[in-house]
């Protein structure tokens, strides 16, 4: 079956400009995670929904960024007033049932360059 | 203050002999451990997991080995294949231990190059 899907595969913005980053998870999936991976690190977690509600969104590095999920399903991911320091894979991972030992899913990620 | 690390970003390995990737990790409340492997431009991919109760899992040619005193893990692969070149990812998690439920922290990655 498909996989996590996420659009675009490549943003490039300019510094100052709003960027929209969607992620598809794999159907059925309830719980949704976002993880951000800069160049030579591993992926970091930003935000954690279970349906359509944010339990956790402690590793948003500030109100510039904000996440939804309106429907359970698809998630955007939302910057406001890009900042060179936030040029990133963006990882989108999903899984079945939340906090179970559940294998996340990855999708193959966004990635965004601001100039 | 990195929980998960891995200290070696690279590692190369010689078609048919092991490769053996190590990680560390210092907060006490992980109690699930993942290896996950990554092509480029791909996201990383599951490849075998370990509970704290346990010391060893075997897969195939994977097998995880978990040393909670030392708080050190450790991913054997036998024998390796050019195939397996990727980044391999540590990562932890603990229930309980924060609101994100399967939360995962990883590592910085090592680059494995097996050569034929």
């Known amino acids: 079956g498909a996989g996590v899907s996420q659009t675009p595969s490549n943003k490039v913005t300019e510094k100052g400009k709003y960027v929209e980053l969607r992620c598809d998870p794999i159907?059925?999936?309830?719980?949704l995670y976002w993880y951000r991976q800069s160049l030579g690190q591993g992926p970091e977690f930003l935000i954690y929904f279970q349906g359509t509600g944010a339990a956790d969104d402690s590793g948003l590095p500030n109100d510039r960024f904000f996440a939804v999920r309106p429907e359970g399903s698809v998630s955007t991911l939302k910057i406001q007033r890009t900042e060179r320091g936030d040029s990133a894979v963006y990882l989108c991972?999903?899984?079945?049932?939340?906090?179970?030992?559940?294998?996340?899913?990855f999708g193959p990620g966004t990635r965004l360059l601001v100039l | 203050d990195q929980q998960v690390k891995q200290n070696s970003p690279s590692l190369s390995v010689q078609e048919g002999r092991i490769s053996i990737l190590n990680c560390d990790y210092t907060n006490s409340m992980f109690d699930y451990f993942l290896w996950y492997k990554k092509y480029p431009a791909e996201g990383p991919t599951f490849l075998i997991s370990?509970?704290?109760?346990?010391d060893k899992n075997e897969d195939g040619r994977f097998t995880v080995f978990l040393n909670k005193s030392a708080k050190h893990l450790s991913l054997h692969i036998v024998p390796s294949q050019p195939g397996d070149s990727a980044v391999y990812f540590c990562?932890?998690?603990?229930?309980?231990?924060?609101?994100?439920?399967?939360?995962?922290?990883f590592g910085g990655g090592t680059r494995l190059m097996v050569k034929p």
């Open positions: 991972a999903s899984s079945l049932i939340p906090g179970l030992r559940e294998t996340q899913y």
């Open positions: 370990i509970s704290s109760i346990k």
């Open positions: 159907s059925g999936h309830t719980a």
């Open positions: 990562a932890a998690s603990a229930v309980g231990y924060h609101n994100a439920g399967n939360m995962l922290t």
